[in-house]
């Protein structure tokens, strides 16, 4: 007998693979949580959070700490905020709250407006890099990173000078400013670390990464959920 229609397949119809550029398959990697950290917007309780702690360390900063010298030099808790807000919530919102936190700083100082926003800028953001690529999770790991935003903040600001055509030698005297300057903000990275992240923690969304290395720990076994 001759088949009067097209003839079926017998078995489950299997559908068609999802690919990168489709809406669903993007949507779904989307609920799942995987994909790259930090690349997205935060919401409005984090985008809160952030704001507060900007203008709490600009203010304690430009009305307390900057009148309090040490060992000869000025301390500076900014860029260790801004390190540790791209640290902890990614590259983009990173380099959002470095030139926000800049530019406060220009304005309450009265300094040339974008000096310091460029230099925070870059720090927010190279933070965020370095949690979205490496993901370190050693101890030492805020005292490097506030050593290494301390270092750059101030070069930063000695060639940014350099360039307007401020008064700005480059002599021994700035090297030990520097070089004090960075060691200063090195031992103060750790107190600035924990009140940055007990700030924002509670609001910052699951790392997958995280989720997946918890798993791996734990047998498989997820932890209990905070409430």
Request: charged share 15%.
């Amino acid at each position: 007998m001759s088949p009067s229609g097209p003839r079926r397949r017998s078995g489950p119809v299997r559908s068609a693979p999802a690919t990168l550029g489709s809406v669903g398959f993007r949507l779904r990697r989307r609920q799942e949580g995987v994909g790259p950290v930090g690349n997205s917007w935060p919401d409005a309780a984090i985008a809160l959070r952030i704001l507060a702690l900007a203008v709490a360390a600009v203010f304690i900063q430009t009305s307390v700490v900057a009148e309090l010298p040490v060992f000869g030099v000025r301390v500076d808790l900014t860029p260790l905020v801004v390190a540790f807000v791209g640290f902890l919530s990614g590259s983009t919102v990173g380099a959002i709250a470095g030139f926000g936190i800049g530019l406060m700083v220009d304005l309450t100082l009265l300094q040339t407006l974008g000096v310091t926003s460029l230099i925070f800028t870059f720090i927010g953001y190279g933070a965020g890099r370095v949690r979205e690529m490496r993901d370190p999770q050693a101890t030492l790991v805020p005292l490097a990173l506030g050593a290494v935003a301390a270092f750059v903040a101030l070069v930063g600001y000695s060639v940014m000078e350099f360039m307007l055509g401020n008064d700005a030698p480059v002599s021994f005297e700035l090297g030990r400013q520097i070089l004090l300057g960075t060691v200063v903000d090195t031992l103060l990275a750790a107190p600035v670390w924990v009140a940055t992240r007990r700030a924002l923690e509670p609001r910052l969304p699951d790392d997958p990464r995280r989720r997946r290395r918890r798993a791996y720990t734990t047998g498989g076994l997820s932890p209990l959920p905070r409430p």
